[in-house]
């Protein structure tokens, strides 16, 4: 090209011939735009505002196991279910005792049981 060194404008419109003034110190000061600081709370960059649900309620750490035991000493029926504490009461019953005799409980003992065991 021919005129390298000159200022390049707009391709539509025409090359003035202009000496550039770099070797002259300019006497006006040029004025630029303050900067904000940058803080950790402001996003850089705009971003869009979604429509976020609120998020649910999170108890700490134990809080809902302690409401759980409260409940379960306030209540009065049985956590185990009594058919398989029964068979469980009986196993324990043959492993203590003689070999080829069979104990045989009334319902009301088990469930005497039961309740002290839970």
């Known amino acids: 090209r021919i005129l390298s060194n000159m200022p390049r404008t707009h391709s539509n419109s025409t090359v003035s011939l202009k000496s550039p003034r770099s070797s002259f110190p300019s006497k006006r000061k040029i004025i630029q735009p303050k900067r904000r600081p940058v803080t950790p709370s402001s996003p850089r960059s705009p971003r869009k505002q979604t429509a976020v649900s609120p998020k649910p309620q999170r108890y700490r750490p134990g809080t ?50 039961q309740e002290s065991a839970e």
């Open 64 to 113: 809902l196991a302690l409401r759980e035991i409260r409940a379960y000493q306030r209540s009065t029926d049985l956590l185990i279910p009594k058919l398989p504490f029964a068979r469980v009461v009986r196993e324990i019953a043959q492993n203590f005792g003689r070999h080829g005799v069979e104990y045989r409980f009334a319902g009301a003992a088990i469930l005497a049981i």
